[in-house]
């Protein structure tokens, strides 16, 4: 091995000046091809992640539509079946004559009490909508139980679906029934919930 | 720039320099310069038309030193250093010199012998020289002609232990004494005649003196057989060969054809001048120690260093070019990639504008069916007290004589209940969770008519009981009252006595739980 001079770097100047441009134009090219290749990838996943999530928001909205056309003609239902909205009132006195009148029953008194927010968790309500209860009760003279079966079937079937909470019927005459008279023989008395779902006020 | 140079091989003796040109290991032409002042002229006119060429000279006289030299066995850079203060304490005053490792003592010491190689008078070589600095000639090694002759009997493979090489050469006859393959010593002499009458004798003479002058010096022993190897390259040769063998010699003759052959040499050049074998053997690229000072080299040692630099740089722009067209075309894929998937996300977000939304802006589908559910479990919770009629009714058809006087009905999601002053606890069915409701049943009841048997009464509530419990809708069936309390912890009051009035009632009041309803 040969130590080197002066004289001989100065040699070798023009070659390493040479080479050192050649090294330097390669540099700025891999510099430039890894800069461009890192944009692209960068550039890449960008638009990975806007698919993504245009795929994902378009499978909410496919699932958002497949819920709609599941759920709409029920809701609807429920609308018309009066579970979903404002209490229909005067609709149910209506009905509740109508079956009075078809099944002959005796007077009945009624109480419904003021609609107040369910607090019992008794149907679970996750979303905007809330569970409101009215408290009903019934008080009539039968003059066999069958007549209450008739009121509550009637009213059940023809007016906004109601939980029967409680009935107690009582026989009103000790002694032997009066069957001259036409009177009641039984006094019933039922509680209901008059449940609606609504958009919490 | 020309990554393979042509290379020119000069042959350097007193009265001449010889000039070969090579290209590929082939051979050019060749030019012979006296050693005057029109042949330095002539060379540096010569040699200013081969600037690019590699030379490689060799040195061929009478005045070269063979000096034998132990060195203490050792390695590394302290071997190199001893070696040069040998070399520089024998040769001080010589420019051309080196010493070659010869061989290990067989002594206790072990002790490592050099042979000290010098040219004694360099004189000559100096205006060669100073015509190859001022040509600024790329002189890339000066050997010496034993060295070469080395070389080439290590490629001709002869074995022979004690092997003397006769070479006829343009100046003279050079014998060289190889031990075990390795040069121990070497002489040229200069043949007056090329007579081949006179050449017999004077080889004979030669080499009995050369065979005396190894004896003498205990190079070798005096039954040692001498192994003779000629250079044939005229008619002379094999009557030299016949006069050794009367004289008991061991003799072989390497007459090299295939060398001239590759060499592009042909016979009638090689016999004229024979050291153009050697020099074939320098341009063919084998590796001799340089005998000459680094300074004269030095040119050939930049210029080497530059074609090493270009090769490393030029491999080093290659990767970079590679790694780049890599980097370049990965771009493009990612490219492509990403143009095919904005044309993807751009048919998503073209199919997502048709999505219908019925009741956009009303609520969100989770919401729709959230509120569904809810009316749905209103609607599935709700249930009549016909059940408990129609169990009751079931079980009294049997018991005529059980009056009911009053019957509630509850709907409940707790399972304990109070009624009147008794509470009870509903049992949920096994599989039932918090949301299952359950219908339980109160009656109140009395046996009619009743003359005071509370044995035939209680015997009507049992079967009136078992009845209720075998029935499908019932789960559990319990008697709160009896129509009369006989056991131990209550208290029992009442008399025999014909005056006291017959009880006119015998009233009992059951619990009863119906299956739940599965919301």
Same mark, same amino acid.
């Given at each position: 091995?040969?130590?080197?001079?002066?004289?001989?770097?100065?040699?070798?100047?023009?070659?390493?000046?040479?080479?050192?441009?050649?090294?330097?134009?390669?540099?700025?090219?891999?510099?430039?091809?890894?800069?461009?290749?890192?944009?692209?990838?960068?550039?890449?996943?960008?638009?990975?992640?806007?698919?993504?999530?245009?795929? =994902?928001?378009?499978?909410?909205?496919?699932?958002?539509?497949?819920?709609?056309?599941?759920?709409?003609?029920?809701?609807?239902?429920? %609308? =018309?079946?009066?579970?979903?909205?404002? /209490?229909?009132?005067?609709?149910?006195?209506?009905?509740?004559?109508?079956?009075? /009148?078809?099944?002959?029953?005796?007077?009945?008194?009624?109480?419904?009490?003021?609609?107040?927010?369910?607090?019992?968790?008794? %149907?679970?309500?996750?979303?905007?909508?809330?569970?409101?209860?009215?408290?009903?009760?019934?008080?009539?003279?039968?003059?066999?139980?069958?007549?209450?079966?008739?009121?509550?079937?009637?009213?059940?079937?023809? =007016?906004?679906?109601?939980?029967?909470?409680?009935?107690?019927?009582?026989?009103?005459?000790?002694?032997?029934?009066?069957?001259?008279?036409?009177?009641?023989?039984?006094?019933? =008395?039922? /509680?209901?919930?008059?449940?609606?779902?609504?958009?919490?006020? | 720039?020309?990554?393979?140079?042509?290379i020119i091989v000069l042959y350097v003796t007193r009265p001449f320099l010889m000039a070969s040109l090579w290209d590929r290991k082939i051979y050019q032409s060749h030019q012979v310069y006296?050693?005057?002042?029109?042949?330095?002229?002539?060379?540096?006119?010569?040699?200013?038309?081969?600037?690019? @060429?590699?030379?490689y000279l060799v040195v061929d006289t009478v005045e070269e030193?063979f000096?034998?030299?132990?060195?203490?066995?050792?390695?590394?850079?302290?071997?190199?250093?001893?070696?040069?203060?040998?070399?520089?304490?024998?040769?001080?005053?010589?420019?051309?010199?080196?010493?070659y490792?010869?061989?290990?003592?067989?002594?206790?010491?072990?002790? $490592? @012998?050099?042979i000290?190689y010098? #040219?004694?008078?360099?004189?000559?070589?100096?205006?060669?020289?100073?015509?190859?600095?001022?040509?600024?000639?790329?002189? @890339?090694?000066?050997t010496s002609m034993p060295m070469v002759s080395r070389r080439m009997v290590k490629q001709s493979k002869q074995v022979a232990s004690h092997l003397l090489l006769c070479e006829r050469l343009s100046v003279g006859l050079r014998l060289s004494y190889l031990q075990h393959g390795r040069l121990r010593i070497s002489r040229l002499v200069p043949l007056p005649s090329k007579e081949s009458a006179l050449l017999t004798d004077d080889y004979l003479v030669e080499i009995e003196k050369m065979r005396l002058y190894l004896l003498?010096?205990?190079v070798m *022993?005096s039954e040692t057989t001498l192994a003779i190897s000629l250079s044939a390259f005229d008619r002379a040769s094999d009557a030299i060969v016949k006069m050794l063998e009367q004289r008991a010699f061991q003799c072989s003759i390497h007459k090299r054809q295939d060398q001239i052959r590759s060499a592009g040499l042909s016979q009638s050049l090689v016999q004229k001048y024979p050291e153009l074998l050697h020099m074939h053997c320098l341009a063919s690229g084998c590796s001799f120690e340089?005998?000459?000072?680094?300074?004269?080299?030095?040119?050939?040692? &930049?210029?080497?260093?530059?074609?090493?630099?270009?090769?490393?740089?030029?491999?080093?722009?290659?990767?970079?070019?590679?790694?780049?067209?890599?980097? !370049?075309?990965?771009?493009?894929?990612?490219?492509?990639?990403?143009?095919?998937?904005?044309?993807?996300?751009?048919?998503? !977000?073209?199919?997502?504008? !048709?999505? #219908?939304?019925?009741? $956009?802006?009303?609520?969100?589908?989770?919401?729709?069916?959230?509120?569904?559910?809810?009316?749905?479990?209103?609607?599935?919770?709700? *249930?009549?007290?016909?059940?408990?009629?129609?169990?009751?009714?079931?079980?009294?058809?049997?018991?005529?004589?059980?009056?009911?006087?009053?019957?509630?009905?509850?709907?409940?999601?707790?399972?304990?209940?109070?009624?009147?002053?008794?509470?009870?606890?509903?049992?949920?069915? @096994?599989?039932?969770?918090? $949301?299952?409701?359950?219908?339980?049943?109160?009656?109140?009841?009395?046996?009619?008519?009743?003359?005071?048997?509370?044995?035939?009464?209680?015997?009507?509530?049992?079967?009136?009981?078992?009845?209720?419990?075998?029935?499908?809708?019932?789960?559990?069936?319990?008697? !709160?009252?009896?129509?009369?309390?006989?056991?131990?912890?209550?208290?029992?009051?009442?008399?025999?006595?014909?005056? *006291?009035? &017959?009880?006119?009632? *015998?009233?009992?009041?059951?619990?009863?739980?119906?299956?739940?309803?599965?919301?």
């Amino acid at each position: 091995m040969m130590n080197m001079r002066r004289e001989d770097w100065r040699l070798l100047q023009k070659t390493l000046l040479k080479l050192g441009s050649l090294v330097l134009v390669m540099f700025v090219f891999l510099i430039f091809a890894y800069q461009y290749v890192r944009n692209q990838a960068i550039a890449l996943e960008q638009m990975k992640s806007n698919y993504n999530l245009e795929q =994902t928001q378009r499978q909410l909205a496919q699932q958002e539509q497949a819920n709609y056309l599941r759920y709409l003609p029920q809701y609807q239902h429920w %609308i =018309t079946a009066g579970s979903i909205g404002e /209490e229909r009132r005067q609709q149910w006195l209506v009905q509740l004559r109508k079956v009075r /009148e078809q099944h002959h029953l005796f007077e009945i008194n009624y109480d419904i009490g003021q609609q107040h927010l369910d607090q019992s968790h008794l %149907i679970a309500s996750n979303g905007l909508h809330r569970l409101y209860r009215s408290v009903m009760t019934l008080k009539l003279g039968l003059l066999h139980a069958g007549d209450l079966l008739n009121l509550l079937t009637g009213l059940a079937s023809n =007016t906004s679906p109601m939980i029967v909470r409680d009935c107690e019927i009582l026989r009103l005459n000790e002694k032997e029934p009066r069957m001259k008279m036409l009177q009641p023989n039984l006094s019933a =008395t039922c /509680e209901l919930d008059w449940l609606t779902v609504k958009a919490a006020s | 720039m020309r990554l393979r140079r042509p290379i020119i091989v000069l042959y350097v003796t007193r009265p001449f320099l010889m000039a070969s040109l090579w290209d590929r290991k082939i051979y050019q032409s060749h030019q012979v310069y006296q050693n005057e002042e029109t042949g330095y002229t002539s060379f540096r006119q010569w040699l200013a038309g081969h600037q690019k @060429a590699i030379v490689y000279l060799v040195v061929d006289t009478v005045e070269e030193e063979f000096q034998l030299t132990l060195l203490p066995h050792i390695t590394g850079a302290a071997r190199r250093e001893m070696v040069l203060r040998k070399l520089t304490e024998f040769h001080r005053n010589c420019d051309y010199k080196t010493a070659y490792f010869l061989n290990r003592q067989t002594t206790l010491r072990q002790d $490592d @012998a050099y042979i000290l190689y010098a #040219l004694s008078n360099s004189g000559f070589l100096q205006h060669w020289m100073d015509v190859l600095q001022s040509e600024n000639a790329l002189l @890339a090694r000066v050997t010496s002609m034993p060295m070469v002759s080395r070389r080439m009997v290590k490629q001709s493979k002869q074995v022979a232990s004690h092997l003397l090489l006769c070479e006829r050469l343009s100046v003279g006859l050079r014998l060289s004494y190889l031990q075990h393959g390795r040069l121990r010593i070497s002489r040229l002499v200069p043949l007056p005649s090329k007579e081949s009458a006179l050449l017999t004798d004077d080889y004979l003479v030669e080499i009995e003196k050369m065979r005396l002058y190894l004896l003498s010096q205990k190079v070798m *022993a005096s039954e040692t057989t001498l192994a003779i190897s000629l250079s044939a390259f005229d008619r002379a040769s094999d009557a030299i060969v016949k006069m050794l063998e009367q004289r008991a010699f061991q003799c072989s003759i390497h007459k090299r054809q295939d060398q001239i052959r590759s060499a592009g040499l042909s016979q009638s050049l090689v016999q004229k001048y024979p050291e153009l074998l050697h020099m074939h053997c320098l341009a063919s690229g084998c590796s001799f120690e340089s005998i000459a000072p680094a300074e004269k080299t030095r040119r050939f040692y &930049i210029q080497q260093v530059t074609q090493r630099l270009v090769v490393g740089m030029l491999m080093l722009i290659v990767m970079s070019l590679f790694a780049g067209v890599y980097l !370049l075309l990965q771009a493009k894929e990612m490219a492509d990639a990403r143009e095919a998937l904005q044309q993807q996300t751009a048919v998503l !977000l073209q199919n997502q504008n !048709l999505t #219908l939304k019925p009741t $956009d802006g009303v609520m969100t589908s989770s919401e729709l069916k959230n509120v569904v559910m809810m009316a749905e479990k209103i609607s599935q919770s709700s *249930a009549m007290p016909a059940t408990l009629m129609q169990v009751v009714s079931a079980a009294l058809e049997d018991e005529p004589s059980i009056s009911i006087n009053r019957m509630r009905w509850v709907h409940s999601e707790y399972s304990l209940i109070k009624d009147e002053d008794d509470e009870y606890t509903a049992k949920k069915a @096994a599989h039932s969770n918090m $949301d299952n409701w359950v219908q339980v049943g109160f009656v109140n009841a009395e046996i009619k008519p009743f003359t005071g048997d509370y044995r035939t009464a209680v015997a009507i509530v049992n079967r009136f009981l078992e009845k209720l419990a075998h029935d499908v809708d019932v789960t559990d069936v319990v008697l !709160l009252h009896k129509p009369v309390n006989g056991e131990s912890m209550q208290v029992l009051r009442g008399s025999t006595s014909e005056q *006291a009035p &017959i009880p006119t009632e *015998a009233a009992f009041k059951l619990a009863i739980t119906l299956k739940s309803i599965e919301n």
